[in-house]
């Protein structure tokens, strides 16, 4: 028993406590013997149901049940993972409990990291994001508008040049909190980068409230900082967004906050300026660009190409991610951030994903004749794909129109679709997973800012966004992130590939610490698919090799 688990009982069916383990003992830290009491006492009032009906599953089913549970220790609650399973006797119940406590404590700081500035620990552009949403949310309940503000701070670049990066980061924290002291518990402060503040005024609506607010947070930053003996003069410029006048949306709000900015810097700095229509213009949208698109889809200019994915320690490829692309004949290679979103508005993004999700299940032959083993292939699925009603009919044509077995295709999703509405998700990935697909959580770590739905969905990749690999390996915080994904994935059983790797640092770095699969310019730029062919079928990539695995691998 003493080997088992962090603590360990031989229960009755009815739950009292036959043996226990000496380690449970200890951690429960109870001073009298615990066999004869029962173990549903040891556990928290809104934990005893759920144990119970665990136990009465076990008891009927013969097959082990897990279940989570806080016990009893002498001034706090820990967290267990119980295993409970019937014994041969039929009579008696052992439950194996595991310390959860040290996967909570990583999860709750992966959270925090991910949604938080490192530098002022104030909320970080995604959290901001998400906080807006709540806000327009309950304004639509209320009827009531509220103000989005940016802030930036007038001359910050010659602290940087002047006095060094550590007295510029000393600067930031003292302005992020002189301008937490004007605000209200109501109000949400976040930092969006460099010398930029945004924040959210709930109920701020009327030119009055906003000459009042917008007052203070400049006379915030018109004081001047101390730092190193040195004493330093800014000030601020302010941009203002209203909802729902300017913009009825999260990313609309910002981005006119954000006009509204660089006006108000352009036109003499130390102002606050709302935006305007009639000064700004309209909010942009290249319909000229959208009109192409339709003549792009009947002309067949948009092309796939593919990225490597390549095993971390040996360096050959195990997969190609499918990347979109469109070839203007007067523009060029039109970047995808300029076209994706205007398909993802318009709706083109469900035809141009099925084709590119039934074409790259059908390249993935040609890729796996030319190397002469087994490959995967990896598409993005977009969130308008993954709501529609089609997706599953359209998942079942590629296999079909291939013949690909459901295992070699990774279908990449974020973690803000898999979030707006869980309940769907859940039930469309369990669908996608029968059909023995595997799931991707793209850009892993800069998208909502819950974990539960690790447990919940059935997911089988994480992909490290680059964010947190280009820094890789001298900056802490960065390898602190990747460090505890990485663990963490590990415990779960969960594939990592990180992306972005560029430099055989970051390799090196990734590799020791068991990544699995890497993906970055290092290993292969995205290719078209006759470049892509060429390279399996040569075995190009053989020359990246250490020394000491080439011959292994020629």
């Given at each position: 028993m003493e080997a088992a688990g962090d603590c360990v009982?031989?229960?009755?069916?009815?739950?009292?406590?036959?043996?226990?383990?000496?380690?449970?003992?200890?951690?429960?830290?109870?001073?009298?013997?615990?066999?004869?009491?029962?173990?549903?006492?040891?556990?928290?009032?809104?934990?005893?149901?759920?144990?119970?009906?665990?136990?009465?599953?076990?008891?009927?089913?013969?097959?082990?049940?897990?279940?989570?549970?806080?016990?009893?220790?002498?001034?706090?609650?820990?967290?267990?993972?119980?295993?409970?399973?019937?014994?041969?006797?039929?009579?008696?119940?052992?439950?194996?409990?595991?310390?959860?406590?040290?996967?909570?404590?990583?999860?709750?700081?992966?959270?925090?990291?991910?949604?938080?500035?490192?530098?002022?620990?104030?909320?970080n552009r995604l959290l901001l994001s998400d906080r807006i949403r709540m806000v327009i949310a309950n304004a639509r309940r209320s009827g009531q508008g509220f103000a989005v503000a940016a802030i930036g701070i007038d001359?910050?670049?010659?602290?940087?040049?002047?006095?060094?990066?550590?007295?510029?980061?000393?600067?930031?924290?003292?302005?992020?909190?002189?301008?937490?002291?004007?605000?209200?518990?109501?109000?949400?402060?976040?930092?969006?980068?460099?010398d930029e503040f945004v924040v959210i005024l709930p109920g701020t609506a009327s030119e009055a409230q906003i000459k009042l607010v917008t007052g203070r947070l400049l006379a915030a930053l018109q004081a001047p900082f101390e730092r190193d003996g040195h004493t330093i003069y800014l000030g601020a410029s302010v941009g203002v967004a209203l909802y729902p006048q300017h913009a009825e949306d999260d990313h609309g709000l910002l981005a006119l906050a954000d006009a509204a900015l660089i006006r108000a810097k352009e036109t003499g700095k130390g102002r606050a300026i709302v935006y305007s229509v009639r000064e700004h213009g309209l909010p942009q949208h290249d319909i000229?660009?959208?009109?192409?698109?339709?003549?792009?889809?009947?002309?067949?200019?948009?092309?796939?190409?593919?990225?490597?994915?390549?095993?971390?320690?040996?360096?050959?490829?195990?997969?190609?991610?499918?990347?979109?692309?469109?070839?203007?004949?007067?523009?060029?290679?039109?970047?995808?951030?300029?076209?994706?979103?205007?398909?993802?508005?318009?709706?083109?993004?469900?035809?141009?994903?099925a084709w590119a999700l039934k074409a790259a299940c059908v390249q993935l032959l040609q890729f796996e004749q030319a190397a002469g083993r087994e490959l995967y292939i990896s598409v993005n699925i977009s969130p308008r794909q993954f709501r529609n009603d089609k997706f599953l009919g359209v998942l079942d044509e590629a296999l079909a129109?291939?013949?690909?077995?459901?295992?070699?295709?990774?279908?990449?999703?974020?973690?803000?679709?898999?979030?707006?509405?869980?309940?769907?998700?859940?039930?469309?990935?369990?669908?996608?997973?029968?059909?023995?697909?595997?799931?991707a959580i793209d850009d892993f770590g800069t998208g909502y800012s819950s974990l539960a739905y690790l447990k919940r969905f059935p997911i089988s990749v994480l992909k490290i966004d680059r964010a947190f690999v280009k820094d890789l390996p001298g900056a802490p915080k960065e390898t602190a992130i990747c460090s505890a994904v990485m663990d963490m994935a590990r415990h779960l059983d969960l594939v990592v590939v990180a992306e972005g790797v560029e430099t055989e640092e970051q390799l090196g770095w990734l590799s020791t610490r068991d990544c699995r699969y890497v993906q970055g310019y290092l290993t292969g730029k995205p290719m078209p698919a006759h470049v892509a062919l060429a390279a399996l079928h040569d075995n190009h990539y053989t020359a990246l090799l250490p020394p000491d695995l080439r011959a292994s691998t020629s």
């Amino acid at each position: 028993m003493e080997a088992a688990g962090d603590c360990v009982f031989r229960i009755a069916p009815g739950g009292a406590i036959r043996a226990a383990s000496r380690r449970a003992q200890r951690l429960l830290e109870s001073p009298l013997p615990l066999e004869g009491a029962s173990l549903f006492s040891l556990v928290p009032d809104a934990d005893g149901a759920a144990l119970r009906t665990a136990v009465a599953e076990a008891i009927a089913t013969a097959e082990p049940v897990l279940a989570r549970a806080r016990l009893r220790c002498a001034a706090h609650e820990l967290p267990f993972e119980l295993r409970i399973a019937v014994l041969e006797d039929g009579d008696t119940l052992l439950v194996v409990g595991r310390d959860m406590s040290a996967q909570q404590a990583t999860e709750e700081r992966l959270r925090h990291m991910a949604t938080h500035d490192a530098l002022t620990e104030l909320p970080n552009r995604l959290l901001l994001s998400d906080r807006i949403r709540m806000v327009i949310a309950n304004a639509r309940r209320s009827g009531q508008g509220f103000a989005v503000a940016a802030i930036g701070i007038d001359g910050f670049k010659k602290v940087n040049d002047a006095l060094g990066r550590a007295v510029g980061d000393a600067v930031l924290c003292q302005a992020a909190a002189r301008l937490r002291k004007t605000m209200r518990d109501s109000d949400t402060l976040a930092r969006v980068g460099g010398d930029e503040f945004v924040v959210i005024l709930p109920g701020t609506a009327s030119e009055a409230q906003i000459k009042l607010v917008t007052g203070r947070l400049l006379a915030a930053l018109q004081a001047p900082f101390e730092r190193d003996g040195h004493t330093i003069y800014l000030g601020a410029s302010v941009g203002v967004a209203l909802y729902p006048q300017h913009a009825e949306d999260d990313h609309g709000l910002l981005a006119l906050a954000d006009a509204a900015l660089i006006r108000a810097k352009e036109t003499g700095k130390g102002r606050a300026i709302v935006y305007s229509v009639r000064e700004h213009g309209l909010p942009q949208h290249d319909i000229s660009l959208e009109a192409a698109m339709f003549t792009a889809v009947r002309e067949g200019e948009f092309l796939l190409y593919y990225q490597p994915i390549v095993d971390a320690r040996t360096r050959l490829i195990e997969g190609f991610e499918t990347l979109m692309r469109w070839k203007h004949p007067t523009l060029g290679m039109v970047p995808p951030v300029r076209f994706i979103p205007i398909a993802e508005t318009n709706g083109l993004i469900n035809m141009l994903g099925a084709w590119a999700l039934k074409a790259a299940c059908v390249q993935l032959l040609q890729f796996e004749q030319a190397a002469g083993r087994e490959l995967y292939i990896s598409v993005n699925i977009s969130p308008r794909q993954f709501r529609n009603d089609k997706f599953l009919g359209v998942l079942d044509e590629a296999l079909a129109l291939s013949g690909m077995p459901g295992n070699k295709l990774v279908l990449e999703i974020t973690e803000g679709t898999l979030m707006v509405d869980p309940q769907h998700a859940e039930a469309i990935l369990t669908r996608m997973a029968e059909r023995r697909a595997r799931i991707a959580i793209d850009d892993f770590g800069t998208g909502y800012s819950s974990l539960a739905y690790l447990k919940r969905f059935p997911i089988s990749v994480l992909k490290i966004d680059r964010a947190f690999v280009k820094d890789l390996p001298g900056a802490p915080k960065e390898t602190a992130i990747c460090s505890a994904v990485m663990d963490m994935a590990r415990h779960l059983d969960l594939v990592v590939v990180a992306e972005g790797v560029e430099t055989e640092e970051q390799l090196g770095w990734l590799s020791t610490r068991d990544c699995r699969y890497v993906q970055g310019y290092l290993t292969g730029k995205p290719m078209p698919a006759h470049v892509a062919l060429a390279a399996l079928h040569d075995n190009h990539y053989t020359a990246l090799l250490p020394p000491d695995l080439r011959a292994s691998t020629s």
